[in-house]
T-cell receptor, first 116, second 112 residues
Framework: DTEVTQTPKHLVMGMTNKKSLKCEQH?????MYWYKQKAKKPPELMFV???????INESVPSRFSPECPNSSLLNLHLHALQPEDSALYLC???????????????FGPGTRLTVT | DQQVKQNSPSLSVQEGRISILNCDYT??????FLWYKKYPAEGPTFLIS?????DKNEDGRFTVFLNKSAKHLSLHIVPSQPGDSAVYFC???????????FGKGTKLSVKP
């Protein structure tokens, strides 16, 4: 099973709303990632969790708050977003560790977020 | 400064012929390279990867070639099929970090 699931598929929210994106994998991967992708651009890394601990935060604004409740789940809490935050938000997972292990990241289908 | 470059935004190929997608990188610390395929409104799908200790990796119709001295890799698809039409992203990683650096992608169109 190489599936990463993400919910919801689509989300429309106002600038004052609070919402959460969810991601789940059952591949036993211990590294999970959030990416943001704008149209016709490559995915941009936001956060990396390794063994349920935040290991990389790519200077993401605090209106995005990640959470890793356990090794299978990854959440992204959203609050007071701006219209320019509208994008496809992708979750990915991989084995953890360097030395050539864990680079193959498996992506979910993404959540299409629109901020009005 | 882009560390991973895909200089061709698009490529059109006839069905049955070879598709060659190119990727250049600037960071000599990269030691692992991957190709992803992406359909609209879907997440990227992992295709094939290569470690810097190899110069070729093959998986069915897909072959990735790595030229470390030129800091260049390419993905060959042969024979190309209409279902291969998608955006292909090249990505690179280094041993010190697990995150991937993506190129901007090349849109491949395979004509029947």
């Amino acid at each position: 099973d190489t599936e990463v699931t993400q919910t919801p598929k689509h989300l429309v929210m106002g600038m004052t709303n609070k919402k959460s994106l969810k991601c789940e994998q059952h591949m036993g991967h211990r590294a999970m990632y959030w990416y943001k992708q704008k149209a016709k651009k490559p995915p941009e890394l936001m956060f990396v969790y390794s063994y349920e601990k935040l290991s990389i935060n790519e200077s993401v604004p605090s209106r995005f708050s990640p959470e890793c409740p356990n090794s299978s789940l990854l959440n992204l809490h959203l609050h007071a977003l701006q219209p320019e935050d509208s994008a496809l938000y992708l979750c990915a997972s991989s084995q953890a560790g360097g030395s050539g292990i864990g680079y193959e990241q498996y992506f979910g289908p993404g959540t299409r977020l629109t901020v009005t | 400064d882009q560390q991973v470059k895909q200089n061709s935004p698009s490529l059109s190929v006839q069905e049955g012929r070879i598709s060659i997608l190119n990727c250049d990188y600037t960071n000599s610390m990269f030691d692992y390279f991957l190709w992803y395929k992406k359909y609209p409104a879907e997440g990227p799908t992992f295709l094939i990867s290569i470690s810097s200790i190899k110069d070729k990796n093959e998986d069915g119709r897909f072959t990735v070639f790595l030229n470390k001295s030129a800091k260049h890799l390419s993905l060959h698809i042969v024979p190309s099929q209409p279902g291969d039409s998608a955006v292909y992203f090249c990505a690179a990683a280094s041993g010190s970090q697990g995150n991937l650096i993506f190129g901007k992608g090349t849109k491949l169109s395979v004509k029947p």
